[in-house]
């Protein structure tokens, strides 16, 4: 199975594409779609999406987990923030892979086995599990194979639960 992990964002969008076999997870690429904070919100959105379409052409996932937002101190920046992660969602969609969504919190419990986690403890954990030689920069990067692991491990457990009989 071949995932996507998106970390959205305007100036920085972090991207992971991973390959799980069983319980293996290879990084098969992973890097970030960045745009200049002085071009007008509406070119910067179709570049993420120009951008991501091309993601999604050449790297074929069967599936885009992307980070939900949560809103913060700065609600001018959410916002602009979820009109990229929009964009994101519609390339997705245009090209036919099914979106998963997960909080800040369930991708710290997915990769390092505690909610509160601090971001060094994330690039850490991905560094282990991806068997990477360093923790990929910048933060978006890590993030971004973060939610895929989440992702891989997520979608591990509804297989199984479905194949017991059992509902997500």
């Not at 074929?60 to 969602?89: C, S, W, Y």
Request: with cysteine.
């Amino acid at each position: 199975m071949r995932i996507m992990g998106i970390d959205p964002g305007i100036a920085i969008v972090g991207f992971g594409v991973l390959d799980r076999r069983g319980n293996h997870l290879k990084a098969v690429e992973y890097g970030s779609i960045q745009t200049e904070a002085d071009l007008p919100t509406a070119t910067r959105l179709k570049q993420i999406y120009d951008a991501c379409t091309k993601l999604f052409r050449v790297f074929q996932p069967d599936v885009v987990a992307i980070e939900k937002l949560f809103f913060n101190r700065n609600v001018t920046t959410a916002f602009t923030v979820g009109q990229a992660r929009g964009v994101m969602m519609l390339a997705a969609e245009e090209a036919g892979v099914p979106i998963t969504e997960y909080t800040p919190l369930q991708v710290k419990m997915a990769v390092v086995g505690y909610g509160q986690a601090e971001k060094k403890q994330v690039q850490e954990m991905v560094k282990m599990l991806l068997n990477l030689p360093r923790a990929p920069k910048p933060d978006d990067v890590a993030d971004a194979l973060a939610i895929a692991i989440c992702e891989a491990h997520s979608s591990q457990s509804i297989h199984k639960l479905s194949k017991w009989g059992m509902k997500s």
